[in-house]
């Protein structure tokens, strides 16, 4: 009887560890699934983040500002104002981005479009060969006269991370046909591209 009950307790033990082990397989699975970005050299690893202190951050560096250009400004001023670094074999999370006041394309524009999706405005990732930047839209009058990347027939600004006291609207460097991919990073989905421009 009671090697009965061993033998029932030793078959629920590893039918709870089996059903573990495939749970964690599935949200290993999926955390990859919103992270990882399948593009032509490879794969991107997204690292940006909805945490409180990001938010908190994004908040409080917006805090003077009455309209959308300021705040973009204001979030674009503060990482561009971080030192450019090059990290070869690591990518940094926002917070330690800030925490050790360095980064590198991929750290300074993960935690740029970090703090922009606190502050819910639309931006997007662009990859391009050996870097990536950051586009907005955003309707200004300010900025009718400054070009942008049309994107499906809508206007974007590039906020490019790496320039330092860079403004919205920075003139794109690469080729239209250069840009991989353009992507949602928190939701990981790849803008289908129908029409680029690059304009006023």
Wanted: aromatic share 12%; proline share 2%.
């Amino acid at each position: 009887m009671k090697s009965e009950s061993k033998k029932h307790l030793s078959l629920l033990i590893m039918a709870i560890s089996f059903i573990a082990f495939i749970y964690g397989t599935i949200r290993a699975m999926d955390i990859v699934d919103r992270t990882h970005i399948d593009t032509s050299n490879g794969f991107y690893r997204s690292y940006v983040t909805t945490s409180q202190e990001i938010q908190e951050k994004a908040f409080a560096l917006t805090a003077h500002c009455s309209d959308e250009l300021c705040k973009i400004q204001s979030l674009l001023d503060f990482v561009t104002n971080i030192p450019y670094q090059t990290n070869t074999f690591q990518q940094y999370s926002a917070q330690k981005t800030i925490q050790q006041n360095f980064g590198d394309c991929d750290d300074k524009s993960n935690l740029l479009i970090s703090m922009l999706h606190a502050l819910g405005i639309e931006a997007y990732f662009v990859l391009v060969p050996k870097h990536i930047f950051v586009i907005t839209a955003i309707e200004d009058e300010r900025l009718d006269k400054t070009k942008g990347l049309w994107v499906n027939n809508k206007k974007y600004f590039i906020l490019e991370s790496t320039a330092r006291n860079s403004n919205i609207g920075f003139p794109l460097r690469y080729t239209l046909d250069q840009i991989d991919v353009i992507v949602e990073p928190f939701s990981n989905e790849k803008l289908s591209i129908e029409s680029l421009e690059w304009k006023e």
